[in-house]
T-cell receptor, first 114, second 112 residues
Framework: DTGVSQNPRHKITKRGQNVTFRCDPI?????LYWYRQTLGQGPEFLTY????????KSRLLSDRFSAERPKGSFSTLEIQRTEQGDSAMYLC????????????FGPGTRLTVT | DAKTTQPPSMDCAEGRAANLPCNHS???????VYWYRQIHSQGPQYIIH???NNETNEMASLIITEDRKSSTLILPHATLRDTAVYYC?????????????FGTGTRLKVLA
């Protein structure tokens, strides 16, 4: 399967702990996006990369959140000092930087903070 | 805020066409219409997109009105596996504006 992959698929953590998620985009895609989705809502944009450069960040991305894409391939999203409000599905998507840029999403990582 | 309005829910009989409307009355000339669907607990799945002409692929057809203020996604022969939340998104085809802004979508239930 050559789609977007995310690991882990599920993560349960205690409040105050740090967590890190990984996203592997479709191999030829140089754009990578992170979204967050809470129950009953559509996904909300967090940030996006073109190659290794982080070009846009949402106001939702507080100081406790950091995302990297060090070699322009996979990306990581870290949440420090997790709070119960961070419980959500974290979605990664990727796209080409030409054409009409449709994004292809991974299966998501579901985070539960207890 | 999302630039689209969709009905919160719809039902469709299995084997019949499902017609999902979307209103995007403030759409600009350089904005495309994209449709995605999300089956429970999975990531959104790309369906189709268009600018002003009607489009068809193996999954669905997209009909955009002449004034581009609304569109309809058509699933020609709905199956139980088409039960999902369907999102209509408009996004400019211009440099520097690549993020999607999702609304709450339409929850389609296909009935046996």
């Amino acid at each position: 399967d050559t789609g977007v992959s995310q690991n882990p698929r599920h993560k349960i953590t205690k409040r105050g702990q740090n967590v890190t998620f990984r996203c592997d985009p479709i191999s030829e895609h140089n754009r990578l996006y992170w979204y967050r989705q809470t129950l009953g809502q559509g996904p909300e944009f967090l940030t996006y990369f073109q190659n290794e450069a982080q070009l846009e960040k949402s106001r939702l991305l507080s100081d406790r959140f950091s995302a990297e894409r060090p070699k322009g391939s996979f990306s990581t999203l870290e949440i420090q000092r997790t709070e119960q409000g961070d419980s959500a599905m974290y979605l990664c998507a990727s796209s080409l930087s030409s054409g009409t840029y449709e994004q292809y999403f991974g299966p998501g990582t579901r985070l539960t903070v207890t | 805020d999302a630039k689209t309005t969709q009905p919160p829910s719809m039902d469709c009989a299995e084997g019949r066409a499902a017609n999902l409307p979307c209103n995007h009355s403030t759409i600009s000339g350089n904005e495309y219409v994209y449709w995605y669907r999300q089956i429970h607990s999975q990531g959104p799945q790309y369906i189709i997109h268009g600018l002003k002409n009607n489009e068809t692929n193996e999954m669905a057809s997209l009909i955009i009105t002449e004034d581009r203020k609304s569109s309809t996604l058509i699933l020609p022969h709905a199956t139980l596996r088409d039960t999902a939340v369907y999102y209509c998104i408009v996004r400019p085809f211009a440099a520097g504006t690549y993020k999607y802004i999702f609304g709450t979508g339409t929850r389609l239930k296909v009935l046996a």
